[in-house]
């Protein structure tokens, strides 16, 4: 078994919650020992809207630099909307979250 930190646990989305930018979140990973991260796809930390290809690859390479694993990615999608066009949007960020970079 290997173990993950979330990056929600640094993202301040709490009131009194430390906040790190990405980077610093991921050598904080390295520094507690832990193998992978999971990367909330939120802002923050890596929404799919502020990473465009280079910055997903500068970042993977980061994140070997470190010898972490992206162990997951948090989309925090929803689908119980019934509403066509809402679950058109969600299917978009999914893909947008889920875009592979080499």
């Known amino acids: 078994m290997k173990l993950a930190l979330h990056s929600v646990s640094y993202s301040g989305a709490w009131e009194g919650q430390c906040c790190l930018p990405l980077k610093r979140f991921v050598s904080k990973a390295a520094e507690f020992g ?3 991260i999971e990367l909330m796809a939120k802002r ?3 929404s799919p809207l502020d990473l465009d290809e280079k910055a997903r690859n ?4 980061f994140i070997r630099s470190k010898n972490l694993e992206i162990a997951c990615i948090a989309a925090y999608n929803d689908f119980a ?3 066509p066009y809402h679950r058109e949007v969600e299917l978009l960020y ?3 979250t889920n875009t592979p970079c080499p």
């Open 34 to 36: 832990y193998d992978g």
């Open 94 to 96: 999914l893909r947008e």
């Open 44 to 46: 923050p930390h890596a």
């Open 58 to 61: 500068d970042l993977k390479e």
């Open 81 to 83: 909307d019934p509403s």
